[in-house]
């Protein structure tokens, strides 16, 4: 195209030859950091800040020994996407650097999510439990007032703009004076500090009333529950003395809407072994119950899931059949003009497409875990993570930060050996990581890697969380190449 | 269409060699003489038997024929003039016999010519560079901007190339900014000049509350940047420039004419901006102009804006999948799909705007553009115009999307 | 030059040899490749004698026909090739990828978002 005469031009004026660099015409170019990884027949490339363009084995020996031809779209896109730059262009090198400090803003913010467990005591008996849930009425695990109150401290010493605290436990509602308690502490701290303040409770539903639901509208607080799918798979999955627990979600979820109105529910589902045969009746589940999308993620390696085999029972390849299934299914809806999200795509897409860090902790390198994200527990121990807090019910405290009663805001960071684990794990540094093609969209996950393999690092070639990012990836950047009409679908989520 | 300027209008009673004076308008004839003096009086016809106090204005405009007047500094407008009213804003030019409007204040886009020089030579330039010494323009503007109500919406800053006036530029910026702090101003440049970033923090320390950088972009690739706008190295200069004047916080809007030398690779650009400029306040594709040197370029410029539909489309549906706000201007309703449509904005200066005899039953009239009424505008329009009309308009299944 | 040979053995599992030239592929590369396929084989690598070539022993499945031995040395291969690339790509962008990384992390004043 560039070669291709300009007819109509008035005579003052230069043809497009005119403004080819020399060096252009000499076909001299430098190469730009990047990386690439092989995926079926060609080559996907990928740079530092994200950008990525597909390549033929040709063209990318061409690339790299300097023989590519300036005048292809090959070389234009290349130069664009900046993988090559022109000597004299110090404009590209100026965008790039600027381009990475804007991905690695977000980590300046340092922790914005505190997770609060303010109770393991549960009315349920999953057997995919993460939490480890203790049954009956023990009080020695909940969480006190002074706990919430030294946690609540340590929360307002981050330099967070954003901070956002979740209730979590077991049930959490069963320890509701504590919430109620925190919330208004938090705010009463908060009228000085002025952040903008976030608050969610993940529950079950079943102990919802209307005195909690009143106080949860007054303090914009958003709630978080589990559907895992039609009653069938939702009660086997969940099961709960009585049995009825997937009519309980559902007519809690609508009281729900009712009082705090349709945007402050939402919902998580988590995929067993029954869950994978049943793709299409789980999303038909959330599309009855009017959730505008759905979050599909494999089973996690910690808690019951473990001690109960479940995990075990089914790798990566068959969850991603599922997820392809679904993927399927979602896609027919939103061509049927409904617009339904899976929002894992759309966070991978986010971090694929857009400048902006994206903020999702588990995909993130140096890993979210305590800088990102921070757990107290109901009897005061700080982890890093909610998976963290698994590896210490199985008697794992390698992730445990210290206590909030007996430690200081700097011992738990500076004194338990989290940074140096996050230094040894980012991705930019460990084997396999370093030069993947992937590593821009994918994050370090050392507590999944010391929980699968008992060393934070890992060996990539085994790690199933690696292959999630990569097969993931491969699904939608394929679409977003090969497949206009889908790939308006997937750019509405973005 | 609305004329700006008129050499045909009628000077009677001037002195010898009278400077060019720019006046505030009013209709009022009964201003104290102290105040009268700062201001044109503009009426239907003189007075048989004018008053003292009209003798002390500043000049007297008539809309009406105008024979053998006994006052001084009296003007007859030529008919295209004669919209003139209280609160615009008028240069009046013994000297050369013209006159005209500077600032309009029924009009939402005032804009002030600064300076015909330029640094670059667009193909599709809808205001040819000139290389003279007009740097008398620069005090014309501060002192139009001293006239301007200060209650006004907003103002525009145009070229050639203001920032070509190096102080002078800074001067006008500064006179807004002191005198109509409240008026979003508009400053239309090519950027290059603060790749040099001491003109950006020169920019910056003028502090202006209220200032958009409107930049154009029109292309991800050097080299065809360079060609549209016929300059080596504008690409490299318009990219450093817009990173310095984010360094120093300034707002920048881009700005890409969509003709044939753009529009094949509008998506790779759409892509570039998410990736590289994302922090724009917004992108403004426009449509082309058909006058200036995009008349002597049209064979290498003119396509059928319907023809590129579907580029712009994608690279729309790229821009605001990055929430980046994204406006589109100067195209007809009918010639875009549904999902652009939603991002026109009916917005051509009001001084520029018609529409073809076909439009006439269009439901949609309202919402569009309309085209630009200069040149050869409405001579050279796409081939798909339709006016929408709902009674029976069957929608195309490829429409819903 | 490049040898593939299948070697048979009693136990229950065969061993496949290849010999790389270390001028073709470098032996970082070549250690990396290794690396990746270590989730399905177990390996040996050494180097020979005269120290250009180099010795990868793949162990696998009896019942691997001559068919998956082939396809699992053109994989093996074409990855450590791929490696070889990764090696030359990284060493020419050293320098301009330290020049990137200084202009990101500077205390300059580029405006943060």
Sequence with gaps: MMSEAVNGLAKKFNPPEHYYSTQKQEARYKLLPFNFERVGDSYLLTNEVGEYLFLSEGDLHSLVHETLDSQSEVYNSLKSRHFLYEVGSEAAIELLSLKLRTKHAVFRQFTSLHIFVVSLRCDYSCPYCQVSRQTGDADKYDMDEETALRSLDFVFRTPSEHIKIEFQGGEPLLNWEIIKFTVLEAEKINKTEKRDLAFVIATNLTLISDEILEFCYQHDIFISTSLDGPAHIHNRNRPRPGKNGHQIVRDQIERVREKLGPDRISALMTTSELSLSHPREIIDEYLDANFKGIFLRPLSPYGFAVKTRQIEKYDFDRFFEFYQESMEYIFEINEAGISFVEEFSALLLRKISLPYPTGYVDLQSPAGAGISAIVFSYDGDVYASDESRMLAEMGDYKFRLGNILSNTYEEIFFESGLLEILEETLTDSVPECYQCAYKPYCGSEPVYHYATQKDPVGNKALSGFCKKTKTITNYLLDIMENDPAKRKILQSWI | ?401 | MRRIKALDVTEAFDELLTEINLRVISLEALKKSCYRFSDSYYYNLSITDSGKTANVIFRVPESFSDHDKQELLQRFNRDALDQELREVVFQKTETVRNLILMNAFANTDLVEE
């Design chain 2, 1 to 401: 269409m609305i004329s700006l300027y008129s050499k045909a209008c009628k000077f009677f009673n001037w002195e010898e060699g009278a400077e060019p004076l720019i006046l505030p308008v009013t209709e009022n004839p009964n201003l104290p003489k102290v105040v009268a003096k700062k201001y044109a009086l503009v009426c239907d016809r003189i007075p048989g038997k004018p008053s003292e106090s009209i003798a002390s204005y500043g000049a007297i405009l008539s809309r009406g024929l105008v024979k053998s007047p006994t006052l001084n500094r009296v003007i007859q407008l030529s008919a295209e003039l004669s919209y003139i009213k209280s609160s615009d804003i008028v240069r009046l030019n013994p000297g050369g016999g013209e006159v005209r409007t500077l600032f309009r204040s029924d009009s939402d886009h005032n804009s002030i010519l600064v300076t015909e020089r330029c640094n670059s030579f667009c193909l599709m330039c809808s205001q040819p560079p000139r290389e003279i010494d007009d740097s008398y323009l620069i005090e014309d503007a501060c002192e139009v901007i001293k006239k301007i109500p200060r209650s006004t919406r907003s103002l525009g800053i145009t070229g050639g190339e203001p920032t070509l006036l190096g102080e002078g530029f800074l001067r006008i910026v500064r006179s807004a900014a002191r005198y109509l702090p409240e008026t979003h101003l508009h400053v239309l440049t090519n950027g290059r000049t603060f790749s040099q970033r001491v003109n950006s923090v020169a920019l910056k320390d003028v502090g202006h509350p209220n200032l958009v950088l409107g930049i154009p972009l029109y292309s991800d690739l050097p080299e065809r940047h360079d060609f549209v706008v016929q300059a080596a190295g504008a690409f490299e200069e318009t990219i450093r420039g817009i990173m310095n004047l984010r360094r120093d916080g300034q707002n920048i809007e881009l700005r890409v004419v969509i003709h044939k030398q753009t529009y094949a690779r509008l998506p790779e650009l759409a892509r570039f901006i998410v990736r590289n400029l994302a922090f724009v306040e917004h992108v403004a594709f426009m449509g082309l102009e058909i006058t200036g040197f995009t008349k002597a370029n049209f064979g290498a410029l003119w396509i059928d804006p319907y023809e590129y539909r579907s580029e712009l489309d994608e690279a729309c549906r790229i821009l605001q999948s990055a929430r980046v706000k994204t406006m589109l201007y100067n195209h007809q309703l009918c010639i875009l799909t549904p999902f652009v449509r939603e991002l026109s904005v009916n917005s051509i200066s009001d001084w520029k705007n018609d529409y073809l005899e076909k439009c006439a039953p269009c439901d949609r009239k309202n919402d569009c553009g309309g085209f630009f009424s200069t040149g050869f505008s409405l001579e050279k329009t796409s081939n798909h115009i339709s006016p929408f009309i709902s009674s029976n308009r069957i929608i195309p299944f490829e429409e819903i999307a």
